[in-house]
C-alpha cells in the first residue's frame, strides 16, 4: 500500500523560503520510472501543478515558479524535499505530494498525500 | 502553460448523466492520452477517478468515463447520484514535461 504525507511549517512569513518534506512508503524513489509530484491547492481555488522528481533524479518545475522551487530527493530516507522562497501570500495554499510514474499507465497523481496547509502571513 | 479551461459549474438531476469538457492546447491534450481526472469533494484530497484519457482505476465506479477529441478532453458520470456532487478537475501531461491542471468545475446535483 503506497501512502505518503506532507510536514512543513504552517506559518511562513512574506519573503521567507518554505521547506516541505513528503515522507512516503510502499514504493521506492530508486526504482525505475517512480515519480513523486507536488501540486498545491489556494483556499477554495483549483489544484496548480508545481513540480517532479524522477527516479534518475530527473526533475520537472511549473513554469511559472520555476525560478523559486527546488525538489530534491533522499531514497534512503524515503523523503521528496520540495522548497519555495520569496514567499508570498498569494502563495497560501494546501499542498500536497503524490505518486506518479514514467509509464504510460502511470502518468497520473495517485495516491495522494492529506496535504498540508501553509499560510504566508506577518 | 496556461491552465486546461473546464466549465465553471455543471449541474444535473439524479439518474441523469452529465459531460464536463476539458480545452486543452496541441502540447497537451492534443498530443497525448495522458489525460486523468479527480474529484474532489469539500475539505477531502483529490481522488483519481480516470487515467490515460479513458482508463478507471479499480474501484471507481462505471458511472464515470473519459474521452477524447482533438484538444479537449470529457468526464461523463452517467446515472448522476447525489454523492457525485463535487469538484473536478483534470490534469493533461505536457510536451515541455510537466503537467498542467484544469480550471476545475463544481457539479450540482439538483
Known amino acids: 500500500q503506497i501512502t505518503l504525507k506532507e510536514s512543513g511549517p504552517t506559518l511562513v512569513q512574506p519573503t521567507q523560503t518554505l521547506t516541505l518534506t513528503c515522507t512516503f512508503s510502499?514504493?521506492?524513489?530508486?526504482?525505475?520510472?517512480?515519480?513523486v509530484g507536488w501540486i498545491r491547492q489556494p483556499p477554495g481555488k483549483g489544484l496548480e501543478w508545481l513540480a517532479l522528481i524522477f527516479w534518475n533524479d530527473n526533475k520537472r518545475y511549473s513554469p511559472s515558479l520555476k525560478s523559486r522551487l527546488s525538489i530534491i530527493k533522499d531514497t534512503s530516507k524515503n523523503q521528496v524535499v520540495l522548497t519555495m522562497t520569496n514567499m508570498d501570500p498569494e502563495d497560501t495554499a494546501t499542498y500536497y505530494c503524490a505518486h506518479s510514474g514514467y509509464d504510460s499507465d502511470l502518468r497520473r497523481f495517485d495516491p495522494w498525500g492529506q496535504g498540508t496547509l501553509v499560510t504566508v502571513s506577518s | 502553460q496556461s491552465a486546461l479551461t473546464q466549465p465553471a459549474s455543471v449541474s444535473g438531476s439524479p439518474g441523469q448523466s452529465i459531460t464536463i469538457s476539458c480545452s486543452g492546447t496541441?502540447?497537451?491534450?492534443?498530443?497525448?492520452?495522458?489525460v486523468s481526472w479527480y474529484q474532489q469533494h469539500p475539505g477531502r484530497v483529490p481522488k483519481l477517478i480516470i487515467y490515460?484519457?479513458?482508463e478507471r482505476p479499480s474501484g471507481v465506479s462505471n458511472r464515470f468515463s473519459g474521452s477524447k477529441s482533438g484538444i479537449t478532453a470529457s468526464l461523463t458520470i452517467s446515472g448522476l447520484q447525489t454523492e457525485d456532487e463535487a469538484d473536478y478537475y483534470c490534469c493533461s501531461y505536457t510536451s515541455s514535461g510537466t503537467y498542467v491542471f484544469g480550471t476545475g468545475t463544481k457539479v450540482t446535483v439538483l
Open positions: 490515460e484519457g479513458t
Open positions: 496541441n502540447s497537451d491534450i492534443g498530443i497525448y492520452n495522458f
Open positions: 510502499g514504493f521506492s524513489l530508486s526504482t525505475s520510472g517512480v515519480i
